[in-house]
């Protein structure tokens, strides 16, 4: 089956510095993939959609500044969370959209960010 | 704009219990629907899915069927298990797919106890 892997798996950084998450596709292309910040108890939020080889697409009231998202490869997406502060605390997760595929998006397993 | 409501959890329930789980939703046109489980510690893995009304999903005893006239798609299962404890995501792909945007409810917790 489609494997999304994530890396760092879980990251503690202190306040003000930035912090990069990779997403990639490990066994097919991706042209698309997403972010989400899941807090606890609660469900997905919809960060940004990333589409290879141009700008990600923010959703409402998400900082584009403040999480950068860079999509360099039908593989790779990262997420950065620049200038990170304790209220930036959250599980991240990416999923992948199987190119080709009507509708089956591939999770990868979060990152865990813990702003001190 | 679409949307997607989950009942409340957490759900307890004891060893070969019957599961039900409620998902409603709220689209334009006729969406795709998604049930997602997030076991623990571990990403989101698609459970089942159906792509128009009166379709059923199903996999590995849970089932689910697309009601368009009152707009639900609710998770069963008849006899759960300790493992089959987990976050359950209902979802929505809309119309205009958007390459394949989800839009998530809350997520129900369900706990089954030995």
């Known amino acids: 089956g489609a494997v999304v892997s994530q890396h760092p798996s879980r990251v503690i950084c202190k306040s003000g510095t930035s912090v990069k998450i990779e997403c990639r596709s490990l066994d097919f292309q991706a042209t698309t993939m997403f972010w989400y910040r899941q807090f606890p108890k609660k469900s997905l939020m919809l960060m940004a959609t990333?589409?290879?080889?141009?700008?990600?697409?923010?959703e409402q009231g998400v900082e584009k500044d403040k999480f950068l998202i860079n999509h360099a490869s039908l593989t790779l997406s990262t997420l950065t969370v620049t200038s990170a502060h304790p209220e930036d605390s959250s599980f991240y997760i990416c999923s992948a959209h199987l190119r080709g595929s009507q509708e089956t998006q591939y999770f990868g397993p979060g990152t865990r960010l813990l702003v001190l | 704009g679409d949307s997607v409501t989950q009942m409340e959890g957490p759900v307890t329930l004891s060893e070969e219990a019957f599961l039900t789980i409620n998902c409603t939703y709220t689209?334009?046109?006729?969406?795709?629907l998604f049930w997602y489980v997030q076991y623990p510690g571990e990403g989101l893995q698609l459970l089942l899915k159906a792509t128009k009304a009166d379709d059923k999903g199903s996999n590995k005893g849970f089932e689910a069927t697309y009601r368009k006239e009152t707009t639900s798609f609710h998770l069963e299962k008849g006899s759960v298990q300790v493992s089959d404890s987990a976050v359950y995501f209902c979802a929505l792909s809309g119309i205009y797919n958007q390459g394949g945007k989800l839009i998530f409810g809350q997520g129900t917790e369900l706990s089954v106890k030995p």
């Open positions: 990333s589409n290879e080889g141009s700008k990600a697409t923010y």
């Open positions: 689209a334009t046109g006729y969406p795709s």
